[in-house]
């Protein structure tokens, strides 16, 4: 499946974003897809994830923040942002996994990314 980001901008500490991660077409019964960012110089890492299987998944920095969620009837994923801090600068990526649907925050498990969308948050 072919993911599409958008919704990344610059923003203040404290301030909010809401990006989208629009799908080419339905997936499949049993997927998992999520969120991932990277930051200049450091590793990809996970963000949050849903999985039909697991529910959501949240990494503990953004934990009480960032909230996912999903419009299965427009193939799209969404990220919620909150009280956004310059430690969540990065490139944001969506990902996508089917036939599994574990929904882990490990990049690995999943074979599909989108271009991703730039955010910054200054301080």
């Known amino acids: 499946v072919q993911l599409v980001e958008s919704g990344g901008d610059s923003v203040q500490s404290g301030g909010s974003l809401k990006l989208s991660c629009v799908g080419s077409?339905?997936?499949?019964?049993?997927?998992?897809w999520g969120w991932f960012r990277q930051a200049p110089g450091k590793e990809r890492e996970g963000v949050a994830t849903?999985?039909?299987?697991?529910?959501?998944n949240y990494a503990d920095s953004v934990k009480g923040r960032f909230t996912i969620s999903q419009d299965n009837a427009k193939n799209t994923l969404y990220l919620e942002m909150n009280d956004l801090k310059p430690e969540d600068s990065a490139t944001y990526y969506c990902?996508?996994?089917?036939?599994w649907g574990w929904g882990t925050l490990v990049k690995s498990q999943y074979s599909d990314w989108g271009q991703g969308t730039q955010v910054t948050v200054s301080s």
């Open positions: 849903i999985g039909t299987k697991s529910g959501t």
């Open positions: 990902a996508a996994a089917e036939g």
């Open positions: 077409r339905t997936l499949y019964s049993v997927y998992s």
